[in-house]
T-cell receptor, first 113, second 113 residues
């Protein structure tokens, strides 16, 4: 069974530039999450989708971050414009609805210069 | 406000000995707890979980203990193996599922020969 797939693995951009991350969850998983992990910290939830609906985006900085999950499968997280403080690992995870554990992808490490 | 705390950033244990990783939480509404393991350049992988109705859960070499009155949980690994060297994250939820996890900052375990 294929796991959660994320791309790119690494991204280096200059501040004020836009950036996008892509995630393909495990087949059959209705719930998709985007987490951000700062250096030395644990992952923090940005947004959770149930199918194509964002059911929890309370921690998403909506002035510069946006996400979509068209057709309830793949998802894209975008930052525009990026700031220096956005440097982090962005993790995508998926689960069955009401699932008791998350399956994480390998993450995208973003460096904003 | 750090609701889930892992006060030991690192731990070194000899192969074959017991590893004990600790986690404290402040939110009494948390009712479901998980441990994740993370290798470098990979996403976190689920290790073991425990519901608040239990005080112990075992899975092979891994046992999680929950002390609700002390708001404390611990992960025991017996015997420790070199492949266990990783960062371990404690996570908690108040939904009974993994839908809204709060992670600790992680403990780096080094198992030496």
């Amino acid at each position: 069974e294929a796991g959660v797939v994320q791309s790119p693995r690494y991204k280096i951009i200059e501040k004020k530039q836009p950036v996008a991350f892509w995630c393909n969850p495990i087949s059959g998983h209705n719930t998709l999450y985007w987490y951000r992990q700062n250096l030395g910290q644990g992952p923090e939830l940005l947004i959770r989708y149930e199918n194509e609906e964002a059911v929890d985006d309370s921690q998403l900085p909506k002035d510069r971050f946006s996400a979509e999950r068209l057709k309830g499968v793949d998802s894209t997280l975008k930052i525009q414009p990026a700031e220096l403080g956005d440097s982090a690992v962005y993790l995508c995870a998926s689960s069955w609805t009401g699932g008791e554990k998350l399956f994480f992808g390998s993450g995208t490490q973003l460096s904003v210069l | 406000d750090q609701q889930v705390k892992q006060n030991s950033p690192s731990l070194s244990v000899q192969e074959g000995r017991i590893s004990i990783l600790n986690c404290d939480y402040t939110n009494s509404m948390f009712d479901y707890f998980l441990w994740y393991k993370k290798y470098p350049a990979e996403g976190p992988t689920f290790l073991i979980s425990i519901s608040s109705i239990k005080d112990k859960n075992e899975d092979g070499r891994f046992t999680v203990f929950l002390n609700k009155s002390a708001k404390h949980l611990s992960l025991h690994i017996v015997p420790s193996q070199p492949g266990d060297s990783a960062v371990y994250f404690c996570a908690a939820s108040y939904t009974g599922t993994a839908s809204k996890l709060t992670f600790g900052t992680g403990t780096r375990l080094q198992v030496t020969l």
